[in-house]
């Protein structure tokens, strides 16, 4: 058989070199360097390479970084906002023209419908807020919920189409030293991409007199302004948190919400949204079993406890019982639930199946509608913050900000009261309490009268005073 020429090429170099290593001490370092070479260089296995072709040994240049941005870049968004600020500290000063400020963030789509979450503090005061797509694509957008305890808030656009969401893993089982990605607007620029590990976890973190967060994720991933409400993702392209903070004057240090907080935080927020709560009489659980090495962990959702003679009651759920879809959505978490009951009204139909041991069964139950559960009585107004309150056509509102949906215009002031001494006036229209909107004296009445209103203190709240969007506190309540 002949012999290939390039095998015989091989071997003539090979023999050479042995015999120039075995002729002098003095070429042993430059021997260490050529032994190393022969076998990709002049070994039996080199390909006839043409201009262009890369070299086989080299890592491929489509790596798992590369692929997993291609995989969720269209579930990031670029956060474009404007917000007017006051020159001094006090919120109703007029002796000064205001400033318009632009600002810069980052959101991800967590359902096809355009909602969409992000931080708090990016969308903070903003007076106009517009979405960039990865694709050039921009739209208008709304604050449909804020929590800004947790640094949270939720967005709404309205695409002509379902919108691509972002792969949910989880933060149960992450490691220090875990690869992680970060996709963010940083300073700016768009779908700007880093890497790096994750260096601690369970951080808790101050950064201001006003500011300080729970249990966040550390990373070395660099993160800079404009990444905030980012997603960080591990190997699996999967979100497992939300990036959040960097310290000044740090390198190499940056902090992200966990993820399994952010879907708590936003299934409250998305059941916020409904203008009538919904009552299934269901009381649900997340677990998540992770899978280590092996895929990615598993998520469902667990009835803990049934509420006596509520729907759930009578349709015959049992606790145990895993819920696995609603309608038609599957559901592996909590959020997924509220999603599926946005659009739903009280009075209709609920069709689902849970999984009771090995058994899916399917199951049907009528959706109670509510109002808020307290009292309405306009003397509760009047008694804790001195103010009569009446609603106001919403025209006028969204001539000062597109988001606003409505507002109570406050038609009397009792001078000794605590919306005296906050700085109110007759004729300011109130349009939010600490992180609800105020459109009806019962949502007022609802945050008065709320279990928790102690640690809402001191009360933030909105106004519009001369075409302007303005904020203060209530310092203690009568």
Not at 118 to 142: E, K, Q
Not at 347 to 368: A, D, W
């Amino acid at each position: 058989m002949p012999t290939h020429p390039q095998s015989e090429l091989a071997q003539r170099a090979t023999g050479w070199l042995r015999r120039w290593l075995a002729g002098t001490p003095r070429r042993l370092t430059l021997c260490g360097l050529l032994w190393v070479l022969p076998p990709v260089v002049i070994g039996t296995s080199l390909p006839n390479l043409q201009a262009g072709d890369s070299f086989p040994f080299f890592p491929v240049r489509k790596s798992p970084v590369v692929q997993i941005y291609d995989r969720v870049k269209d579930a990031v968004v670029n956060i474009q906002s404007e917000r007017t600020v006051q020159p001094t500290d006090d919120p109703f000063t007029l002796t000064q023209a205001p400033q318009r400020v632009n600002g810069m963030g980052t959101g991800i789509i967590i359902d096809p419908r355009g909602y969409i979450v992000t931080n708090h503090h990016v969308v903070d005061d903003v007076t106009l807020l517009r979405i960039r797509m990865a694709d050039g694509t921009t739209y208008p957008s709304r604050v449909i919920a804020r929590d800004a305890e947790n640094d949270l808030a939720l967005i709404k656009i309205d695409a002509p189409k379902p919108l691509p969401t972002m792969p949910i893993g989880t933060s149960s089982d992450l490691m220090r030293g875990e690869p992680v990605i970060a996709i963010g607007n940083a300073f700016g620029y768009e779908h700007t991409v880093s890497s790096g590990i994750i260096s601690a976890l369970k951080r808790d973190v101050t950064l201001n007199k006003e500011v300080s967060y729970k249990s966040l994720i550390q990373t070395d991933a660099a993160i800079n302004p404009g990444n905030s409400g980012g997603p960080l993702l591990n190997v699996r392209g999967e979100l497992i948190g939300v990036n959040v903070a960097i310290r000044a004057g740090a390198h190499g240090i940056a902090f992200a919400i966990p993820v399994d907080s952010m879907l708590k935080i936003s299934a409250e927020m998305l059941a916020r949204t409904r203008r009538t709560p919904l009552i299934h009489g269901m009381v649900t659980r997340d677990v998540v079993v992770p899978d280590g090495e092996q895929g990615p962990a598993k998520r469902h959702v667990v009835i803990d406890a049934v509420e006596p003679d509520s729907p759930a009651a009578k349709a015959g759920i049992q606790p145990g019982d895993i819920l696995s879809r609603v309608y038609e959505q599957p559901i592996t978490t909590t959020m997924d639930l509220e999603r599926a009951l946005l659009d739903r009204m009280g009075g209709e139909k609920m069709t689902f199946s849970v999984q009771r041991g090995q058994v899916q069964k399917p199951m049907e139950l009528v959706l109670l509608g509510t109002t808020q559960p307290v009292a309405t009585n306009p003397d509760i107004i009047w008694r804790k913050l001195g103010v009569r309150l009446q609603t106001v056509q919403p025209d006028g509102i969204t001539k000062v900000n597109t988001q606003l949906r409505g507002g109570l215009s406050v038609v009397d002031v009792n001078p000794n009261s605590t919306a005296a001494r906050a700085g109110f006036q007759r004729g300011d229209v109130l349009i939010g309490l600490h992180q609800w909107e105020t459109l009806s004296p019962d949502n007022v009445t609802y945050v008065l009268t709320h279990p928790d209103l102690s640690t809402f203190t001191p009360l933030r709240f909105f106004i519009i005073r001369g075409g302007q969007v303005r904020r203060g506190w209530f310092q203690q309540l009568d």
